[in-house]
């Protein structure tokens, strides 16, 4: 099988063209027209030589992904679904806001992880992405006329990032690199359940990035029955690794937070989430809408109530904000993606 040229780091594209008998400035063309031009095949980089891209046809590929299916929201919000070379399928939304184009990429087929309120969760899981397959999403996001040019990447699609490390970091590498898509630091973000060892070793990898954890609940019996990860990496090991998280001057960990009607949306909650965030100097907290498609047992918490939370957060010094859920008339809302698409429902 060919190698696709998005799977390779620059220095390893550096070698392959150094092997090939080619001039440096050679890997640069081809990292513009990967990561810049979008091109989806190694035919039409018309800046290289015939022979060269012979050469290089003969062991790589850029090809991009098969889109499955594409849904459009009444808000403008786009969810594509996107087909892999070994038949599996991942989902992908775009997001289109007042400032900022946003592309939500997933970085596994499925998820291990298994949240409450998480239809990913529910499909189990399958693999990890490759660092093209994450790339690739956003490269066909860009292609799509319909779509707006993206400035900013969240990585909150299916699965769980920081369990597929080895693909995130240099995806996120790449993405923000002057060379590759250019995107600013400030505008690439990467969530996680909470997985404190992997939280350290991202910290380690320094990047240029946002960091983002789907907090949910501060008491250890709630956020168990929520995330069942809490039961390995409780609440308190959860902070402590993010309080030791190096922020870029200005930057904020974000917390996301999905109240849940008698769940963990009371004072006593607010007071907990208060206590345990203390440690964690520069953060925010996200308050966000549940949509019970995902899990009709879970109800999302009243206004009154959300407000309320909000206010308590505030009070005690921690910036917070209600951020609303887009795309949820097509299933694009936070916790909602599900790659059920067969050949058969398309017809």
């Not at 998005?6 to 400035?25: H, I, K, T, Y």
């Not at 319909?146 to 970091?169: C, K, Q, R, W």
């Not at 069942?228 to 190096?246: E, H, M, R, S």
């Not at 949820?328 to 599900?338: M, P, R, V």
Request: aromatic share 6%.
């Amino acid at each position: 099988m060919k190698v696709n040229l998005r799977d390779l780091s620059f220095s390893e594209l550096d070698s392959l063209v150094a092997s090939l008998g080619e001039p440096a400035f050679r890997s640069k063309q081809i990292r513009d027209w990967v990561h810049s031009k979008n091109a989806v095949s190694v035919e039409s980089m018309t800046n290289l030589s015939k022979q060269l891209r012979e050469k290089l046809s003969a062991t790589h590929c850029a090809d991009g992904l098969a889109t499955l299916k594409k849904t459009v929201s009444r808000d403008g919000t786009i969810k594509y679904l996107f087909g892999l070379k070994d038949g599996l399928s991942v989902e992908t939304v775009y997001i289109p806001e007042e400032g900022r184009k946003t592309v939500c990429v997933s970085s596994q087929v499925g998820c291990k992880f298994s949240c409450a309120f998480c239809a990913t969760g529910g499909m189990g899981f399958s693999r990890n992405l490759t660092q093209g397959e994450i790339l690739g999403q956003v490269t066909e996001v860009r292609r799509d006329k319909s779509a707006g040019d993206p400035t900013n990447v969240v990585f909150m699609g299916m699965g769980e990032p920081l369990d597929n490390l080895g693909a995130v970091i240099p995806a996120v590498a790449i993405l923000n690199s002057p060379d590759g898509f250019n995107i600013g630091g400030r505008r690439i973000t990467v969530s996680t359940v909470g997985l404190p060892e992997q939280i350290n070793k991202l910290a380690s990898a320094g990047l240029n990035m946002n960091l983002a954890v789907s907090l949910h609940s501060a008491d250890d019996k709630i956020r168990s029955s929520l995330l069942p990860i809490n039961k390995k990496y409780p609440v308190a090991t959860l902070a402590a690794a993010c309080a030791n998280y190096p922020l870029k001057h200005g930057r904020k960990i974000t917390f996301e937070v999905i109240l849940f009607d008698g769940v963990n949306d009371s004072a006593e909650d607010s007071a907990k989430m208060i206590k345990a965030l203390h440690r964690v100097k520069s953060k925010k907290v996200n308050l966000i809408r549940f949509n019970p498609v995902s899990n009709p047992a879970l109800k999302p918490s009243p206004p009154g109530k959300v407000n309320a939370f909000k206010t308590s957060l505030e009070n005690a010094g921690i910036d917070c904000t209600i951020r609303i859920s887009k795309g949820e008339d097509i299933s694009a809302a936070c916790g909602q993606l599900k790659a059920d698409f067969s050949k058969k429902s398309a017809e």
